[in-house]
């Protein structure tokens, strides 16, 4: 079945303690991707990756890092988390087929307590 | 900047009532837009899309047509099932070489009662 794997579903954890979510799909995609998801503000995009060893910031990257080392896997670092970082993460994948109607597959989300 | 403007909820309906979820957009070029749904404690899963101006997109008895003059894709399906409460969310792609970011709108939540 093709799908998008992140751990934990949920975590929560103190302010300052690094944490990693894990995210792996199984569809040999190219590109990886994470969002946050915040009340009213809808998704945004945290980082991304072309391919092995290529990613980029999106939107809002200050207080994580990325890395692909893999094709399959794209885990998201907090090195020192903080409040703000409380919110619901996705990672998503997709081909890079074509210039823009590639389906985005979505794992089912992260919930992040910061305390 | 692209971005993605929808209606705001939370809208509440009765089962077999008409929805219809607003959605307009701001991109240069050609963007591909996209009706994402998020059922409760899943990740989002593709609704229906549209690449070019004109284009309908169907799936599930919900319909969108990308609309260029108007600059809009709005949502609409004409009798709703409590099973199709959830959050929608619109999302475009721009039509830029090397450019596969989606830019959301802030979401949809739709409850429908029995």
């Known amino acids: 079945e093709a799908q998008v794997t992140q751990n934990p579903r949920y975590l929560i954890t103190v302010t300052g303690k690094k944490l990693t979510v894990t995210c792996s799909q199984n569809m040999n995609h190219e590109y990886m991707s994470w969002y946050r998801q915040d009340p009213g503000l809808g998704l945004r995009q945290i980082y991304y990756s072309m391919n092995v060893e290529v990613t980029d910031k999106g939107d809002v990257p200050e207080g994580y890092k990325v890395s692909r080392k893999e094709k399959r896997n794209f885990p998201l670092i907090l090195e020192s988390p903080s409040p703000n970082q409380t919110s619901l993460y996705f990672c998503?994948?997709?081909?890079?087929?074509?210039?823009?109607?590639?389906?985005?597959?979505f794992g089912q989300g992260t919930r992040l307590t910061v305390v | 900047g692209d971005s993605v403007t929808q209606m705001e909820g939370p809208v509440t309906l009765s089962e077999e009532a008409f929805l219809t979820i607003n959605c307009t957009y701001t991109a240069t070029g050609y963007p591909s837009l996209f009706w994402y749904v998020q059922y409760p404690g899943e990740g989002l899963q593709l609704l229906l899309k549209a690449t070019k101006a004109d284009d309908k997109g169907s799936n599930k008895g919900f319909e969108a047509t990308y609309r260029k003059e108007t600059t809009s894709f709005h949502l609409e399906k004409g009798s709703v099932q409590v099973s199709d409460s959830a959050v929608y969310f619109c999302?475009?792609?721009?039509?830029?070489?090397?450019?596969?970011?989606?830019?959301f709108g802030a979401g949809t939540t739709v409850t429908v009662r029995a």
């Open positions: 999302a475009l792609r721009a039509g830029r070489s090397n450019d596969y970011k989606l830019s």
């Open positions: 998503a994948s997709s081909l890079l087929s074509g210039p823009g109607d590639t389906e985005a597959f």
